[in-house]
């Protein structure tokens, strides 16, 4: 019965963890993985604030945007290395429940 038991509560710990996987936290919420898409752009950096960065960036064709100036979450990773206005940068980001986040930052050399 123990070995039945225990081979029970083992199956549940893998299920457990299978599902989880699955999954990611972002800003308090879960979303599945497979949903979420990455969009990319090139842009010059106009301000940088403690959790968010400002960018003037190319039109974003997948999103149907212009060319545009707007503000991005800053993950701690990225937001721990500063850059200053004025530095052009190739980026990612997602669209999160509540905002877009940048997923990289990486100054350009022009």
Known sequence: MRTILNSFVFSL???SAYSFAETMQMDGH????ENVQTYESEGVITQWQSDRVGISHHAIPALKWPAMTMNFRLPPEIAANSLPAGTPVAFSFIKTDTAYQLQ?????KR
Not at 30 to 33: E, F, I, N, Q, S
Not at 104 to 108: F, K, M, Q
């Open 13 to 15: 710990f893998f299920i």
């Open 30 to 33: 879960t979303m599945a993985m």
């Open 104 to 108: 990289t930052l990486t100054p350009l």
